[in-house]
Protein backbone atom coordinates (compact mmCIF):
# COMPACT_ATOMS: atom_id res chain seq x y z
CA UNK A 1 0.00 0.00 0.00
CA UNK A 2 3.12 2.53 0.81
CA UNK A 3 4.88 1.78 -2.39
CA UNK A 4 1.31 2.45 -4.42
CA UNK A 5 0.72 5.42 -2.30
CA UNK A 6 4.40 6.70 -2.97
CA UNK A 7 3.88 5.86 -6.81
CA UNK A 8 0.58 7.87 -6.72
CA UNK A 9 2.33 10.79 -5.52
CA UNK A 10 5.20 11.00 -7.57
CA UNK A 11 2.63 10.95 -10.51
CA UNK A 12 1.02 13.91 -9.27
CA UNK A 13 4.11 15.80 -8.69
CA UNK A 14 5.09 14.61 -12.46
CA UNK A 15 1.99 16.14 -13.71
CA UNK A 16 2.13 19.47 -12.37
CA UNK A 17 5.54 20.26 -13.33
CA UNK A 18 4.43 19.31 -16.48
CA UNK A 19 1.87 21.41 -16.31
CA UNK A 20 4.06 24.21 -14.82
CA UNK A 21 6.36 23.46 -17.76
CA UNK A 22 3.23 24.16 -20.02
CA UNK A 23 2.70 27.77 -18.53
CA UNK A 24 6.43 28.86 -19.62
CA UNK A 25 6.24 30.38 -23.12
CA UNK A 26 10.06 30.77 -23.60
CA UNK A 27 12.14 32.11 -26.83
CA UNK A 28 13.71 28.26 -26.82
CA UNK A 29 14.10 25.03 -24.70
CA UNK A 30 15.81 26.58 -21.52
CA UNK A 31 19.03 24.93 -21.60
CA UNK A 32 19.37 26.24 -24.61
CA UNK A 33 18.81 30.30 -23.49
CA UNK A 34 22.43 31.48 -22.85
CA UNK A 35 22.74 33.07 -19.96
CA UNK A 36 25.43 35.69 -18.67
CA UNK A 37 26.04 37.17 -15.28
CA UNK A 38 27.56 40.60 -14.76
CA UNK A 39 29.05 39.51 -11.22
CA UNK A 40 32.36 38.10 -13.43
CA UNK A 41 32.27 41.29 -15.31
CA UNK A 42 36.61 42.34 -15.84
CA UNK A 43 34.98 45.94 -15.53
CA UNK A 44 32.22 46.93 -13.27
CA UNK A 45 30.58 44.21 -11.79
CA UNK A 46 28.03 45.91 -10.14
CA UNK A 47 27.46 48.58 -12.64
CA UNK A 48 27.34 46.59 -16.19
CA UNK A 49 23.60 45.03 -16.04
CA UNK A 50 23.01 47.25 -19.12
CA UNK A 51 25.85 45.69 -21.55
CA UNK A 52 25.45 42.29 -19.67
CA UNK A 53 21.88 42.03 -20.64
CA UNK A 54 22.72 43.50 -24.24
CA UNK A 55 25.04 40.75 -24.91
CA UNK A 56 22.54 37.93 -23.54
CA UNK A 57 19.93 39.20 -26.30
CA UNK A 58 22.66 39.84 -28.89
CA UNK A 59 23.52 35.89 -28.47
CA UNK A 60 20.28 34.50 -27.74
CA UNK A 61 19.19 36.36 -31.13
CA UNK A 62 21.49 35.03 -33.31
CA UNK A 63 24.87 37.01 -33.11
CA UNK A 64 28.05 34.91 -33.35
CA UNK A 65 30.74 36.29 -31.04
CA UNK A 66 32.96 33.22 -31.73
CA UNK A 67 37.09 35.25 -31.57
CA UNK A 68 37.21 37.27 -27.99
CA UNK A 69 38.10 40.54 -28.27
CA UNK A 70 41.76 41.15 -27.15
CA UNK A 71 42.22 44.63 -24.97
CA UNK A 72 44.92 46.81 -26.85
CA UNK A 73 46.80 47.33 -23.39
CA UNK A 74 46.14 44.50 -21.30
CA UNK A 75 46.04 41.60 -23.98
CA UNK A 76 42.98 40.01 -22.11
CA UNK A 77 40.32 38.28 -23.92
CA UNK A 78 37.02 39.96 -23.63
CA UNK A 79 33.66 38.10 -23.44
CA UNK A 80 30.91 39.97 -25.36
CA UNK A 81 29.56 42.00 -22.16
CA UNK A 82 32.87 42.90 -21.30
CA UNK A 83 33.52 43.84 -25.07
CA UNK A 84 30.19 46.09 -24.86
CA UNK A 85 30.90 47.40 -21.81
CA UNK A 86 34.78 48.44 -23.35
CA UNK A 87 33.01 50.06 -26.28
CA UNK A 88 30.72 52.06 -24.58
CA UNK A 89 33.32 53.81 -22.89
CA UNK A 90 35.68 54.17 -26.14
CA UNK A 91 36.11 57.85 -27.22
CA UNK A 92 33.59 57.66 -30.04
CA UNK A 93 30.65 56.68 -27.82
CA UNK A 94 32.00 58.64 -25.07
CA UNK A 95 31.87 61.56 -27.70
CA UNK A 96 28.13 60.82 -28.89
CA UNK A 97 26.90 61.01 -25.61
CA UNK A 98 28.46 63.68 -24.70
CA UNK A 99 27.33 65.85 -27.98
CA UNK A 100 23.65 64.77 -25.96
CA UNK A 101 24.99 66.33 -23.20
CA UNK A 102 24.56 63.05 -20.75
CA UNK A 103 26.70 61.76 -18.18
CA UNK A 104 28.03 58.35 -19.28
CA UNK A 105 25.98 55.67 -17.51
CA UNK A 106 22.81 57.11 -16.93
CA UNK A 107 20.88 54.07 -17.34
CA UNK A 108 17.08 55.76 -17.76
CA UNK A 109 17.72 58.75 -20.06
CA UNK A 110 16.65 57.62 -23.61
CA UNK A 111 19.60 59.05 -25.21
CA UNK A 112 21.81 56.83 -23.20
CA UNK A 113 19.64 53.85 -24.20
CA UNK A 114 20.64 55.30 -27.77
CA UNK A 115 24.01 55.32 -27.25
CA UNK A 116 23.48 51.64 -26.51
CA UNK A 117 21.38 51.13 -29.32
CA UNK A 118 24.55 52.08 -31.30
CA UNK A 119 26.77 50.31 -29.48
CA UNK A 120 24.83 47.20 -30.25
CA UNK A 121 24.68 47.79 -33.95
CA UNK A 122 27.99 48.30 -34.29
CA UNK A 123 28.53 44.65 -34.12
CA UNK A 124 25.07 43.42 -35.16
CA UNK A 125 25.48 45.24 -38.74
CA UNK A 126 28.25 43.41 -39.40
CA UNK A 127 26.26 40.14 -39.77
CA UNK A 128 23.27 41.55 -40.95
CA UNK A 129 21.17 41.97 -37.85
CA UNK A 130 20.01 45.22 -35.99
CA UNK A 131 19.11 46.24 -32.88
CA UNK A 132 16.30 49.62 -31.94
CA UNK A 133 15.59 51.30 -28.85
CA UNK A 134 12.08 51.95 -28.39
CA UNK A 135 9.03 52.21 -25.59
CA UNK A 136 7.21 48.98 -25.18
CA UNK A 137 4.63 47.95 -22.59
CA UNK A 138 3.88 44.64 -21.24
CA UNK A 139 1.85 43.51 -24.52
CA UNK A 140 4.43 44.45 -26.99
CA UNK A 141 7.34 42.84 -24.83
CA UNK A 142 5.04 39.51 -25.14
CA UNK A 143 4.42 40.11 -28.77
CA UNK A 144 8.61 40.02 -28.94
CA UNK A 145 8.71 36.95 -27.09
CA UNK A 146 6.39 34.94 -29.31
CA UNK A 147 8.38 35.88 -32.20
CA UNK A 148 11.01 34.08 -30.40
CA UNK A 149 13.10 37.09 -29.33
CA UNK A 150 14.79 38.09 -26.20
CA UNK A 151 14.05 41.80 -25.18
CA UNK A 152 16.19 43.88 -23.12
CA UNK A 153 14.09 46.09 -20.97
CA UNK A 154 14.44 48.86 -17.99
CA UNK A 155 13.44 47.79 -14.66
CA UNK A 156 13.60 49.18 -11.02
CA UNK A 157 14.03 45.99 -9.33
CA UNK A 158 16.60 48.00 -7.57
CA UNK A 159 16.55 51.31 -6.02
CA UNK A 160 18.86 52.76 -8.46
CA UNK A 161 17.09 51.11 -11.40
CA UNK A 162 18.23 47.82 -13.27
CA UNK A 163 18.61 46.37 -17.03
CA UNK A 164 17.29 42.69 -17.86
CA UNK A 165 16.30 40.58 -20.51
CA UNK A 166 13.14 39.22 -20.80
CA UNK A 167 13.10 35.26 -22.37
CA UNK A 168 9.76 34.46 -21.71
CA UNK A 169 6.42 35.08 -19.88
CA UNK A 170 3.95 33.05 -18.09
CA UNK A 171 1.17 32.06 -20.35
CA UNK A 172 -1.34 31.87 -17.56
CA UNK A 173 -0.76 34.62 -15.56
CA UNK A 174 0.90 36.74 -18.36
CA UNK A 175 3.81 37.60 -15.40
CA UNK A 176 7.33 37.64 -17.46
CA UNK A 177 10.31 35.30 -17.10
CA UNK A 178 13.16 37.02 -16.93
CA UNK A 179 16.81 36.20 -17.23
CA UNK A 180 18.52 38.93 -14.86
CA UNK A 181 22.27 39.30 -14.59
CA UNK A 182 22.56 40.16 -10.94
CA UNK A 183 20.21 37.23 -9.99
CA UNK A 184 17.01 36.39 -8.53
CA UNK A 185 14.94 39.16 -9.66
CA UNK A 186 12.70 38.29 -6.82
CA UNK A 187 15.21 38.04 -3.99
CA UNK A 188 18.36 39.24 -4.53
CA UNK A 189 19.44 37.86 -1.31
CA UNK A 190 18.73 34.27 -2.02
CA UNK A 191 21.95 32.90 -3.56
CA UNK A 192 20.59 29.49 -3.80
CA UNK A 193 18.63 30.55 -7.42
CA UNK A 194 19.86 31.46 -10.41
CA UNK A 195 19.09 34.71 -12.39
CA UNK A 196 18.11 32.43 -15.58
CA UNK A 197 14.59 31.95 -16.11
CA UNK A 198 13.50 33.43 -13.08
CA UNK A 199 9.10 34.24 -13.24
CA UNK A 200 9.03 38.03 -11.62
CA UNK A 201 5.70 37.91 -9.08
CA UNK A 202 2.83 39.25 -9.34
CA UNK A 203 4.27 42.30 -7.34
CA UNK A 204 7.33 42.94 -9.08
CA UNK A 205 5.72 42.83 -12.35
CA UNK A 206 5.10 46.83 -11.55
CA UNK A 207 8.76 47.17 -11.75
CA UNK A 208 8.93 46.59 -15.51
CA UNK A 209 9.41 49.82 -17.45
CA UNK A 210 8.73 51.17 -20.76
CA UNK A 211 12.99 50.98 -22.19
CA UNK A 212 13.34 48.51 -24.04
CA UNK A 213 15.70 47.19 -26.53
CA UNK A 214 14.31 44.69 -29.64
CA UNK A 215 16.00 42.85 -32.74
Given at each position: ???????????????????????????????EIIYFTQLNNKQYPYRSCFPTSLAMAMRNNGYKYDSKFVHPDTHEGYELDDY????????????????????????????????????????????????????????????????????????????????????????????????????????????????????????????????????
Amino acid sequence: RKSSVGATLSLWAKKKEKNKMKMKKLIKPEAEIIYFTQLNNKQYPYRSCFPTSLAMAMRNNGYKYDSKFVHPDTHEGYELDDYLFYLANSKEFQTIASKMGIPLGTKFLNEWWTVMEKVGNSLLNKQGMSCRFVSLGLDGIRAQIDKGKMVVVGTMLTGSGHIVTVCGYNDITGNLILCDPYGNSNNYADKSVSGKCVELTKEKMSKVLKNAIIF
